[in-house]
Structure formats: structure tokens, C-alpha cells
């Protein structure tokens, strides 16, 4: 099934980081396997690297990477409407930028967004707390960590990030995160 | 006690649980598609472990990156050790960790807190 609504976006993502001041550094639009989460963090990790981005920030934009891709792999829709998605990791003045969006269903998208807005309003000691709580509980999913992956992605970039849910239709939505990660 | 070799790859680490080289070790990146299948037969092989024993087993963590789902299954497998440790093995945790980078320690330090487990921490030469 094709999503035009996530073709037009990554046309425009690509759009808006291309100027001065401004990088593209890994960006991809197709489907989503394990071997895409590899190729695209290892690629990312080496054109940091190149470009001479400090070893923090390489490292935290790596972590942030794997949990966007790998959530893409495990939690997209459903196997008819495959796996589709955009990501793009760009350079914003002295900011990097990593940005995710994949289709998930309905019901997911309003889990997702109750937990993101939770988060949103944590500070970084709340937030390593609520980190240990979800650590602490042995209620996972067959598919991973109750959410553990979303507040790592929120202690990597300080919270700096943003979201959006779009409903396409009466079973799936786009989900879209931007986490933004300073070069210090 | 058998062995249980497993390759590493781009995405999960090397495993060696060889009780003939008494070698015991599980290093590289930490990110398997699915966490809980790739660390099944670890968990398989420490369920194995005869108990009481006699022999001392010093394992080692030498990650440098770990998935937030790794981190559950690797929860899982420590929680077994000190289920194993309480039930007469003798399983040595050396939690490896980079000084320059906080994150590998800070999982292990949770994971003391969490589970209850002494590991020995060691720096990586740097």
C-alpha cells in the first residue's frame, strides 16, 4: 500500500535541510528490515564521524537511531500495509536533527502519544526515575520494553524533541518524531 | 556443561560460554531484531548450570552499545545468574564499561539496583 502523505513529507524534510547552514546527512524512504536499521545507524555513525562531529554526540545520536529504527521494525501497522517509512538525519546550524516516521495503528498512536506527553513533561531527573520504575517492572511486551526505548530516546536528546500523530484513515496513522541533539 | 558459541554480527554480539577453555564472554553491539530470541540459548545454558558447583565462572559483559530492548533481556539473564548464584553456582559478573562514556556503566549500576546483583565493574583502557 502506498502512503503519499509519507512521500511528500521526506520530499519536504529534504527540502527544508538543504541550504546554507544546513546538511543532509543520511536519509532513506522505503521499506523498513533489521538490515536497514544497521545499514542506516552505521552510516550515520560513519558520516558523523567524517564530518568530525564529537564523539558524544555521535554516541547519543546513535542510541537514538537504533530505538527510532528499531521501533519502526517492531511496531509498524500491520504486515498489509508492510513497513514503510522516512528518516532523515540532517545538520541544523550547530544542531543535528533525526527525524522518524513510520504507519502505525490507530490504537497505537494514541498509546504512543499519551506516553510521549508524559514524558514531555519530565525533567531529566524524572525522567531517569521513571526509567528505573519501567526497568523495575517485568510487565514487558513480546516485543520489547513497555516503552523503555521512548524514554531513552527523550534522556539522549534532554527532551528535546517533538511529535506528531496524523490519522489517515480508520485503521492507521503516520507517527512522526523529531529529536533534536545540540553538537556539544 | 556444554559450549555455546554464537558469532557476532553487525547487530548482536559474540557469545562464548566454553567451559573446556573456561572462557566466558559476551562482547560487541547489543541490537538483535528480536532480543529476547537471540538471548534465548544464553538463558537456556545458564537454566543448565548444575547446581550446587565447584567451579568458578567469571563472565563477561563487554558491550559497548546496548538497545533499550537488549537491556530487558539482558536484565533477564543477570536476574538468572543470582537465581543460579542463590541455588550454589559461582557466576562472576565483570561489567565491562568505556570511562569516556557513561552509558554502559549507568545500565549496569540500574542493573544492581533493580535486580539485587554485585557486579564487578571494569574500565576499559582508554
Known sequence: MQFTLLQDRYSDLLNRY???????????????????????????????????????????????????????????????????????????????????????????????????EQIKKMNEKQLKSHYMEVLSNDQYSSKGGAGLGLITVALKCDNNFTFNCITLDDNVSLFELTAIIPDK | MEKLIIKETLNNPRVILDPFKKRYEISGKSFPENTKAFYQPVMDWLKDLPTPSQEKIRLSIILDYISSSSVISIKQLLTKIKEQNEHGADIEVLWHYDPTDADIKEIGEAFEKVIGIKLQFVSKLV
Open chain 1, 18 to 116: 538543504t541550504g546554507p547552514a544546513k546538511k543532509i546527512i543520511v536519509s532513506y524512504h522505503g521499506e523498513m528490515d533489521q538490515d536497514r536499521v544497521s545499514m542506516l545507524s552505521y552510516t550515520a555513525e560513519h558520516q558523523l564521524d567524517t564530518e568530525g562531529a564529537r564523539r558524544g554526540s555521535i554516541k547519543k545520536i546513535f542510541n537514538i537511531l537504533i530505538e527510532l529504527l528499531q521501533n519502526v521494525l517492531l511496531h509498524s501497522a500491520s504486515p498489509e500495509y508492510g513497513k514503510p517509512f522516512y528518516f532523515v538525519l540532517a545538520k541544523n546550524m550547530e544542531d543535528y536533527v533525526a527525524i522518524c516516521a513510520n504507519i502505525v495503528s490507530n490504537e497505537s498512536a494514541k498509546k504512543i502519544k499519551t506516553t510521549l
